[in-house]
């Protein structure tokens, strides 16, 4: 599998193709596009990579911004939808590729699995992004031990909250819930590599941590990883 890359190049319109090759843009770093890249090479789809280099501005362009208002990444285009929000791209590929399928089959484990990811994509995440880094740096002017400090202190309690759950689930597996990646892994994968980036302890997160190496042993794991990217530096 192969993706063609460029820097910021945004898409000629099209209508609405099934078959349609995906745009996917993306920054390297960013873990919510890194999810996405994952459940891509889960799925097995190609996307064409537009890599918006966040500290240069790329995402606040009046080009990408009539893509994605928010300014973010990940932004996801087939055919003639544009979709943002990384949860929102999973479940739309989960829905439109099901197979192999992001959520288990019954209901409660289904709420389950997606509690686990909501633990790192809404709780933990959200305090953590690189708009709020550096909102703390630039605009309230804290210093880099600040700022580190500020990261490890909430991704460390949302991590060990999150091992206190899956622990006392009883259903974690090789994976978060049971031996095959879902929707959960897909987050918990980025959020570990950043956690580490920090110098996060992870010492009680023994679960989360086995789990993160089975899973980045996989193929569509790995080829996802940040310094896997032809533009990592």
Same mark, same amino acid.
């Given at each position: 599998?192969?993706s063609?890359?460029?820097?910021?190049?945004?898409?000629?319109?099209?209508a609405p193709?099934?078959?349609?090759?995906?745009?996917?843009?993306?920054?390297?770093?960013?873990?919510?596009?890194?999810r996405?890249?994952?459940?891509?090479?889960?799925?097995?789809?190609?996307?064409?990579?537009?890599?918006?280099v966040?500290?240069?501005?790329?995402?606040?362009?009046p080009?990408?911004?009539?893509?994605? #208002?928010?300014?973010?990444?990940p932004?996801?285009?087939? $055919?003639?939808?544009?979709?943002?929000?990384?949860?929102?791209?999973?479940?739309?590929?989960?829905?439109?590729? #099901?197979?192999?399928?992001?959520?288990?089959?019954?209901?409660?484990?289904? /709420?389950?699995?997606?509690?686990?990811?909501l633990?790192?994509?809404?709780?933990?995440?959200?305090?953590?992004?690189?708009?709020?880094?550096?909102?703390?740096?630039?605009?309230?002017?804290?210093?880099?031990?600040?700022?580190? /400090?500020?990261?490890?202190?909430?991704?460390?309690?949302?991590?060990?909250?999150?091992?206190?759950?899956?622990?006392?689930? $009883?259903?974690?597996?090789?994976?978060?819930?049971?031996?095959?990646?879902?929707?959960a892994d897909?987050?918990?994968?980025?959020?570990?590599?950043?956690?580490?980036?920090f $110098?996060?302890?992870?010492?009680?997160? #023994?679960?989360?941590?086995?789990?993160? $190496?089975?899973?980045? /042993?996989?193929?569509?794991?790995?080829? /996802?990883?940040?310094?896997?990217?032809?533009?990592?530096?």
């Amino acid at each position: 599998m192969s993706s063609a890359r460029s820097r910021g190049v945004l898409p000629r319109g099209s209508a609405p193709d099934r078959e349609a090759v995906l745009d996917l843009y993306t920054f390297w770093l960013s873990s919510a596009a890194y999810r996405v890249r994952i459940a891509l090479n889960l799925k097995g789809l190609d996307a064409n990579h537009h890599v918006m280099v966040l500290r240069k501005g790329d995402q606040s362009t009046p080009e990408y911004r009539k893509l994605n #208002p928010q300014e973010l990444v990940p932004t996801l285009v087939d $055919g003639g939808s544009v979709l943002t929000q990384s949860l929102a791209i999973l479940e739309y590929l989960d829905e439109t590729h #099901p197979d192999p399928p992001f959520l288990p089959t019954e209901a409660r484990d289904r /709420a389950l699995v997606r509690s686990h990811a909501l633990t790192v994509a809404c709780d933990i995440h959200p305090l953590n992004n690189l708009r709020v880094l550096l909102y703390l740096e630039k605009k309230m002017g804290r210093g880099k031990d600040e700022v580190d /400090a500020w990261y490890r202190h909430w991704v460390e309690k949302g991590l060990n909250a999150l091992e206190d759950s899956v622990a006392a689930s $009883g259903r974690a597996g090789k994976c978060l819930f049971g031996d095959t990646p879902t929707v959960a892994d897909i987050c918990l994968a980025p959020q570990l590599y950043n956690a580490r980036r920090f $110098g996060c302890d992870l010492s009680a997160c #023994p679960t989360l941590t086995r789990v993160d $190496g089975h899973c980045m /042993a996989l193929d569509a794991f790995a080829r /996802a990883a940040p310094e896997a990217q032809p533009e990592a530096v």
